[in-house]
């Protein structure tokens, strides 16, 4: 990666993962972070007036979101890298973020262990992707989808376990997980505390996805953490009956 310094911009609206990733920049002597901000539209002309070499770009984003902020930065600071930072795990929004020109996509749950070595690739002119990420393209995707509905049919089950460092990190991925799924038309049904399921809404609206139209129309259903039998067995009945409602309208529903 060389000795010279690294000019960085640092592109994040969620305060503890600003300080995590600016944590994370100080343990590699060349990089300097020369500026912070946490607006789509911001990122564009600090971008243009600061000319860093490296972007480091979450895509749920105020203004404009991340993904189109990185298009408009390919035309005003044509030589700055841009690496994402999300926890955006769908495999088309990667994609898609990839085709503007990125040189990398980094999951937030996974930066602890990817995202310096992120860098060091993204400088050297490799390209990375996280490693839960590296694989599945657009098509194969859809075919995926495919699979799992054939005929309208029942989906698959897929089963995913993830831990986080703290509750920031949390909530970050949670909201993530939900917005991708009410964003692809599909149901959820969240089981959290009172206090997460305040942040995640909170987290939700500031990325523009319209929980409430979500609720009225039953695909967003949010439970309290179970402490007993009849909560467990409640959400497993609303879960078996947007499961079936789902597929009969070729739709998916997740549970988090």
């Known amino acids: 990666m060389g000795t010279a310094t690294i000019r960085v911009l640092v592109v994040e609206d969620y305060g503890p993962w600003l300080r995590f990733i600016s944590s994370e920049l100080q343990k590699l002597s060349n990089l300097q972070a020369i500026g912070e901000v946490s607006d789509g539209q911001e990122a564009v002309q600090q971008a243009q007036a600061l000319q860093p070499d490296l972007i480091l770009l979450d895509i749920g984003l105020p203004t404009i979101n991340g993904i189109e902020a990185a298009r408009r930065i390919r035309e005003v600071s044509p030589a700055s890298k841009i690496l994402f930072v999300s926890e955006n795990r769908s495999p088309e929004i990667a994609e898609e973020a990839l085709n503007t020109g990125a040189a990398g996509y980094v999951l937030k749950s996974d930066a602890a262990t990817e995202l310096l070595p992120a860098i060091k690739a993204v400088l050297e002119g490799k390209r990375f ?3 839960n990420l590296a694989g599945p393209t657009r098509s194969d995707a859809k075919a ?3 699979r799992n509905h054939p005929h309208g049919g029942t989906a698959k089950n897929d089963h995913e376990v993830k831990c986080y460092p703290d509750d920031a990190a949390f909530v970050e991925g949670f909201a993530s997980f939900i917005e991708t799924t009410l964003r692809n038309g599909d149901g959820v049904v969240v089981l959290a505390t009172e206090s997460h399921r305040a942040s995640i809404l909170q987290r939700l609206r500031l990325t523009g996805v319209d929980v409430g139209s979500a609720i009225e129309e039953g695909r967003y259903v949010p439970l309290d953490v179970p402490d007993s039998l009849p909560t467990f067995q409640m959400a497993e009945r609303l ?14 529903v997740g549970v988090g």
């Open 129 to 131: 992707v996280s490693a």
């Open 239 to 252: 879960t078996s009956e947007m499961v079936r409602a789902a597929a009969e309208s070729n739709r998916r």
């Open 144 to 146: 995926k989808k495919a």
